[in-house]
């Protein structure tokens, strides 16, 4: 096998990965310019030239860089063209897109405008290219496109200057935690864990009241679990209560409990979870839910350590430690009239915020390989592995879901993909794929013109379009495309057969 015809297999087997793999065939990604003024296309060419590891060619107009093509440029070799819309002379930059499309050239293309419309921006969609870029730009800009172009749409990687030349990078790992990174059902290693850890064992000495902050899903619960554990009064019970799950004319009965006939359904005396976790712990999740009448009922509380049953006039003694949570901003709540401010000086005694898994990435493979374990069967028979590409997005993710939905897919992967190496198409496709559009800069692409639009027929046309570029994507997967669309899937069939698409 010669060289070339090894280096297309190495593209398709995702054996080459980036600069350096290509390097050893003396091959570099390659950019082709095509911009009619000469001052911005040299600007262009130097400024990439310093910044990228990259072979740079700078044409003039469109015929000159398809004769280049045709004549010096292997066509199973991949490259990104960044081309000029309106050219002075040798046609213009989409008509060099469908001619190369239809050599069936291997290329990534980021086209460029001084006169954006929207007929132009839908026409470059239709064309596939990665992004429609309005001039004047920042050069940086350019590069980071062209970083991400030839990444998510060439299947391999392109280094900086800045980067070590020669230097071995570290890839990621898979790791799974040792006895060290255990801590009363929690697992970190990062610094900023291992100060939550700190603070848990000299909270859990105290009789304090403690407030747990911190985004939904990082795992506030298991935090107020470990206080509890880790104190005097572990052998007494923990009592749970989210105050955001029970309606507020419910919640006064269930913390402090009610008389028989007090309202109607009470056919009973009941307790409340105060007294039923006397002498022990209560924890109060979503705290920043409670009403405000309660609020002052509990600050009572608080202060005299005594409940008052709804629909009686005794008050009952309690030794009960307050542990309370919320993942709301309580100071500005404070601020607006919603939560009381000496209640909130009551319960922030000791402050304890977790991280978002997003500020402590370097406990992401480890707590991968421990729901892994979790959910994988005694016998292995579902067992599953990692890409190395779909470990690098994972890890890059920022998980806006924390823990708790890092836990939701390695156990959703398990299911349906047990047994197999997961790759970035198994990801749930806010994983595998970046979206320009989650961004807000495509709002700002599109100027209105005074004469109006019909929007109705341009959104049709786009939508068309991003389905078209979906199953062509997926090589007419419509599982994987209505994942990258975020669309159920006989929804997209639906759209599929009314708009007569075919790939």
């Given at each position: 096998m010669d060289d070339i015809n090894y280096l297309n297999s190495s593209f398709q087997n995702n054996s080459i990965k980036d600069t350096d793999d290509l390097e050893s065939f003396g091959l570099n990604p390659q950019i082709l310019i095509v911009e009619d003024d000469k001052v911005l296309g040299l600007s262009i060419k130097k400024y990439l030239l310093k910044k990228l590891n990259c072979n740079v060619e700078l044409f003039t107009n469109s015929i000159d860089c398809l004769n280049f093509?045709?004549?010096?440029?292997n066509k199973k070799i991949p490259f990104c063209l960044i081309t000029d819309i309106s050219l002075e002379q040798g046609g213009d930059g989409l008509l060099l897109i469908d001619n190369l499309k239809d050599r069936n050239f291997n290329f990534v293309s980021i086209v460029m405008t001084g006169f954006a419309s929207i007929e132009t921006a839908i026409a470059a969609t239709k064309k596939?290219?990665?992004h429609y870029l309005t001039k004047p730009f920042e050069l940086e800009n350019l590069s980071s496109l062209i970083v991400e172009a030839i990444s998510s749409k060439l299947g391999f990687e392109i280094s900086t200057r800045k980067n070590i030349r020669n230097k071995k990078q570290t890839k990621a790992k898979i790791e799974s935690p040792n006895e060290e990174d255990f801590f009363c059902g929690m697992i970190g290693r990062s610094p900023a864990m291992k100060e939550v850890f700190t603070r848990i064992q000299k909270v859990a000495l105290t009789e304090s009241t403690v407030l747990i902050t911190g985004p939904s899903g990082t795992g506030k619960e298991l935090v107020a679990r470990a206080i509890h554990k880790s104190s005097e009064r572990r052998e007494e019970n923990l009592v749970s209560v989210n105050c955001g799950a029970i309606p507020g004319e419910l919640l006064e009965s269930e913390l402090f409990g009610h008389m028989k006939g007090s309202f109607t359904g009470a056919i009973s005396d009941r307790k409340g979870r105060f007294e039923i976790a006397n002498e022990g712990?209560?924890?109060l999740d979503e705290i920043g839910d409670m009403p405000?009448?309660?609020?002052v009922k509990l600050l009572r509380v608080l202060q005299n350590r005594t409940i008052e049953p709804v629909g009686s006039n005794k008050t009952v003694s309690i030794d009960t430690r307050v542990i309370t949570a919320t993942h709301r901003d309580l100071d500005s709540?404070?601020?607006?009239?919603i939560f009381r401010e000496d209640l909130f000086y009551r319960l922030n005694v000791i402050p304890i915020k977790i991280p978002p898994l997003c500020e402590r990435r370097e406990d992401i493979p480890l707590l991968i390989s421990y729901f892994t374990d979790k959910f994988v069967s005694a016998d292995g028979s579902n067992e599953i592995t990692f890409s190395e590409k779909a470990i690098e997005l994972l890890l890059n993710y920022d998980w806006p879901g924390n823990v708790r939905e890092l836990e939701n897919?390695?156990?959703?992967?398990?299911?349906?993909?047990?047994?197999?190496?997961?790759?970035p198409e198994d990801l749930p496709a806010k994983i595998f794929r970046h979206n320009p559009l989650e961004s807000d800069q495509y709002k700002h692409i599109f100027e209105l013109p005074n004469e109006g639009i019909d929007l109705k027929r341009i959104l049709s046309d786009i939508e068309e379009s991003l389905i078209a570029q979906a199953l062509n994507l997926t090589g007419g997967n419509k599982n994987q495309a209505s994942k990258l669309l975020c669309l159920n899937r006989t929804t997209l069939i639906e759209k599929i057969k009314k708009k007569a698409i075919t790939l």
């Open positions: 093509l045709l004549q010096e440029h596939g290219v990665y712990t209560i924890f405000l009448m309660l609020q709540m404070v601020k607006d009239g897919i390695i156990e959703r992967l398990v299911i349906l993909r047990g047994g197999n190496e997961i790759l």
